[in-house]
Antibody
Framework: QLQLQESGPGLVKPSETLSLSCSVS??????????WGWVRQSPGKGLEWIGS???????YYNPSIKSRVTISVDTSRGQFSLKLSSVTAADTAVYYC????????????WGQGTMVTVSS | AIQLTQSPSSLSASVGDRVTITCRAS??????LAWYQQRPGKPPNLLIY???NLESGVPSRFSGSGSGTDFTLTISSLQPEDFASYYC????????FGGGTKVEIK
């Protein structure tokens, strides 16, 4: 059973870069047959997919925020990361990391989420 | 981008009621649709995949139907633990979610 856990700063200043990590246990990012992704949820609002990657394949980003997003992996630490640049108050949200079998499958496993507030 | 419109955005119901939530896609997504339940402070939990397949461990009172652009999630007999928010998600063309439906106690 995969387990995912997000970590990172809870407060980011406007125009700066939001950086989060997701630690994976119960399976390997490199050898599990999963795609690994990020989803966010603004307070009181719905869910927004940010992007997903497959370890030995491509990375896919939501076209609406693609220009500001980078997802990367550190298999030695069993982690993958999210960087979102030039943040504004609109990026305030709970950020979840999640796993799915492919880009055409739903998310099977989710982290508990971490709240990030963008404010000066 | 494919947009998903859920209705209603909220509803009030009683224990034992039959509840139906709809999700309409802006273009044909075949059966590439999932439904999630989300309780406050928790991540979404997968209920239904490929429009009508019940995820393992999910009670049989939950069911999904539809294909193309119109989809339905039905709870046959609402239980106290079912008061939560529900979201549809399409994965036919990248990934998008519906706006959600909050099921509240009447």
């Amino acid at each position: 059973q995969l387990q995912l856990q997000e970590s990172g700063p809870g407060l980011v200043k406007p125009s700066e870069t939001l950086s989060l990590s997701c630690s994976v246990s119960g399976g390997s990012i490199a050898t599990s047959s999963y795609y690994w992704g990020w989803v966010r949820q603004s307070p009181g609002k719905g869910l927004e997919w940010i992007g997903s990657f497959y370890y030995s394949g491509n990375t896919y980003y939501n076209p609406s925020i693609k220009s500001r997003v980078t997802i990367s992996v550190d298999t030695s630490r069993g982690q993958f990361s999210l960087k979102l640049s030039s943040v504004t108050a609109a990026d305030t949200a709970v950020y979840y990391c999640a796993a799915h079998l492919s880009l055409i499958d739903p998310f099977d496993f989710w982290g508990q989420g971490t709240m990030v507030t963008v404010s000066s | 981008a494919i947009q998903l419109t859920q209705s209603p955005s909220s509803l009030s119901a009683s224990v034992g009621d039959r509840v139906t939530i709809t999700c309409r896609a802006s273009q044909d997504i075949n059966s590439a649709l999932a439904w999630y339940q989300q309780r406050p402070g928790k991540p979404p939990n997968l209920l239904i995949y490929d429009a009508s397949n019940l995820e393992s461990g999910v009670p049989s009172r939950f069911s999904g139907s539809g294909s193309g652009t119109d989809f339905t999630l039905t709870i046959s007999s609402l239980q106290p633990e079912d008061f939560a928010s529900y979201y549809c998600q399409q994965f036919n063309d990248y990934i998008t979610f519906g706006g959600g439906t909050k099921v509240e106690i009447k």
